[in-house]
């Protein structure tokens, strides 16, 4: 905290100067009042004594009182007048200046008497028209009155004027609300200010400044029910604020206010006070708060309504879209599911076939005496038995990858999930890329194999078809404070929107190669155990995938 950070506690404008007429403080008072201060001495061209002072050494302190103050080795006040312009015009403004010497530096303070300056004048000239009044009875009297009605005019427009500019500035009902009590809460010097919804013939309150009643339920008697149903508002003297009230122990004002939209009651503002209120002069003004209020109330709630139905709608278009995903992956798995099953089946039929005289042709081998001929045909048999065995190698893991009968959690060796993936895209990998296995020791991890299965196949082969030509996949599996960590990294081209490769419909592969699919559906399938995955990427230096899925 700086030395003079002190005076920004002051209500009055204070600069300090150093021995070398250098501004080293301005409070936030005086850079407010004196925006366009630049230094002492341009300041000080602006700034006349009001009266000027008999004597002086410094002609140019006649005229300066900020030269005189810094010049003068002892403290000295005096009335001042700022050379001020608004909007082009001269407008004087006037301030006690006092001065206050320390060490090697000037405090000078600035109070602002411009407004009782201001008073002053209208004293003098209401002095001047009172003078005047004695000789003119009736002049006077149609002046008294046409102050009494500017005064009320004035608070009527100051009101109305409060109350819009809060009504622009909030879209709360609340906000609003409360904010119009205050207001006239205020105006009426009231002890008790609440606003309370209609109900049928009864009112509850919604909003109180004394933040007590809220949502009790109120009845009016018949006299002001009668108003209330007119669209007037009530002033009456009693005991009680409504029905249901504890009666006060003296008389107060009660002034029941009706809020209408398009002659629907919406509810009633209740002032209680003890000043003596009479209407005549505020009803037009409380007519219009009313008008404003109901209008600001009903266009609150529209908004309200508004907003949650666009929330609805966009949580309804996120689950459509998490349902369209999960359709499409049902769809895609079960075509998948009926596919395998007919390869499977057909590939079967002849396989038992080629297996079956294998066999024969196995047996018959050792009944040829031809010892060339019989090394030839055992070398043939043994390629076709090492064939029939891959086939039947490829069958069973495709069967296992579509697990279509296995849609309850269960416990995996994701280990030996991901072998079964590899064997499936084998085709992709083949003679180009290098698969790099970091197993780690996992234990049985509970989970929807075949799901994450079609995960551990989009990632792979997209990123075997990043890699142009030859490179590398890298697969670690660790498991690590109860959570399962798969990692799969390639050397391909790397992907230019990693913030977008989710987003459904999104693809790098072109139009026509890729769907857009498979990472939005693998995003889901994670999320459906409870985990995350996330993307490594580098143009030209490759993609990791991080799969994280927590596991007991």
Known sequence: MGKFDLFNKFNSAVVVINENRETVFMNNV?????????????????????????ESSNIMTVHSPILQALNSKEDISAHVMYQAYVNNEFSPMYFDMNTTKRGKYTVVIFTDVTAQINV?????????????????????????????????????????????????GSINT??????????????????????AESEGLSFRVKESLSKKGINTLITFDKTVNDYIKKGKVSCITCRKEYNEAEPFKENVQRIVMPIYHLKKLIGVIVLSTKQKTKLDDTLEVLEGVSSQLGNAIIQSELYKKNEQM???????????????????????????????AGVAHEINTPLASIKSNNEITKKLIKQVEDKEIKELLEETNNIDSMAIDKINRLVVSLRKFVRLDEAELQEADINKE?????????????????????????????????????????ILVNASHAIEGEGTITIDTSYKKKCLVVKIKDTGCGIKEPDKIFDVGYTTKGAGVGTGWGLAISQKIIEKHKGKIDVKTKINKGSEFIITIPSE
């Open 120 to 168: 002053d004048e209208l004293k003098k000239q209401n002095l001047k028209y009172k003078t005047q009044v004695n000789f003119l009875e009736e002049d006077n009297k149609a002046m008294s009155k046409v102050k009494l009605q500017a005064q009320s005019q004035a608070v009527k427009l100051l009101l109305l004027n409060n109350i819009s500019n809060i009504i622009r």
């Open 418 to 458: 991901i072998d079964l993936t590899l064997d499936l895209i084998r085709h992709e990998t083949k003679n180009r890329i290098e698969i790099v296995k970091k197993y780690g020791k996992l234990p049985p991890v509970k989970c929807y194999p075949n799901m994450l299965n079609q995960v551990f196949m989009n």
């Open 310 to 340: 666009v929330q609805d709608l966009t949580k309804a278009l996120k689950e459509l879209k998490e349902t369209q995903l999960q359709l499409i992956n049902s769809a895609k798995m079960a075509s998948l599911g009926q596919l395998v």
């Open 174 to 195: 609340s906000v609003i609300l409360k904010s119009a009590l205050q207001e006239l809460s205020e105006m009426f010097g009231s002890f008790r200010a609440y606003y």
């Open 30 to 54: 005086f850079k407010r009042i004196f925006k366009d201060y630049k230094d002492i001495r341009k300041f000080s061209h602006k700034l006349n004594y009001e009266v000027y002072p008999l």
